[in-house]
């Protein structure tokens, strides 16, 4: 069960920002939100606002995963982090929950990518923590290999990969109110400006033997469900 209006409340941000905490309070359900980020998606990559990187994993048991970038904009990161019906409220209600809601959106995307790029990709081949990166050519086959819902994730992007292969580093936004849950300390509520609001969709690394996370995806969704943070 979804957060009520008395266990997950906009009232600080409504202090800070009346309008933004009207538009909080005035979000869709769960389902309409996968629908916004799966309508969002192809229309960032018209847009060319998508980057497709293939991350080495600096694990022992060695591979590559998939991480897609890509626009939302302000209004739809702040709805996906911080509505009652977002992202960290499904894992709020339960890290089960959350770990349900987050397989549904990346088989969306996983399906969208496939739809909409071609059979081979020009993409960036991501090493040292994002720090360096160069271009490749790869099969779009690899990005639905990578993004297995059970154990891919989504959160904030951190560092964005520019057009150049430069990285740019982008603001927290994590410093203004936060949401007023019923738990020991209220969660932090990202918020970021139109130009800065991206989405990263990290998928499992692939090796011969196959798949895996460094992140224990269940660990990954308890923490979530307990104080809001990955």
């Not at 977002?86 to 959106?105: C, M, P, V």
């Not at 059970?150 to 994590?174: F, H, M, N, T, Y």
């Not at 936060?178 to 090796?207: C, K, M």
């Amino acid at each position: 069960m979804l957060p009520s209006v008395q266990q997950w409340k906009f009232d600080a941000i409504a202090a800070d920002d009346p309008d933004r905490a009207l538009l909080l309070e005035s979000c869709g359900t769960g389902a309409q939100l996968i629908a916004a980020i799966t309508t969002t998606l192809p229309t960032s990559l018209r847009a060319g606002n998508v980057r497709l990187c293939r991350e080495l994993a600096i694990d022992a048991r060695g591979g590559y995963r998939a991480i897609v970038q890509f626009h939302v904009g302000a209004a739809l990161f702040d709805w996906f982090f911080n509505g009652r019906s977002g992202y960290r409220a499904h894992y709020w209600s339960a890290a089960k929950d959350g770990l349900h809601f987050n397989g549904e959106i990346v088989a969306r995307i996983r399906d969208c990518l496939l739809s909409s790029l071609p059979d081979e990709v020009i993409a960036c081949n991501i090493r040292d923590n994002f720090e360096l990166a160069d271009r490749v050519l790869l099969p779009t086959a690899f990005f639905a290999r990578s993004l297995v819902p059970s154990l891919s994730k989504l959160w904030w992007c951190v560092k964005r990969l520019a057009c150049d292969g430069a990285i740019e580093q982008l603001a927290p936004g994590l410093a203004g109110p936060r949401l007023i849950v019923d738990r020991p300390q209220h969660w932090a509520a990202p918020s970021r400006n139109e130009h800065d609001a991206w989405l990263d969709v990290y998928g499992a690394f692939v090796t011969r033997d196959g798949l895996y996370q460094p992140k224990d995806p269940l660990g990954r969704a308890q923490k979530l469900h307990i104080v809001g943070e990955a």
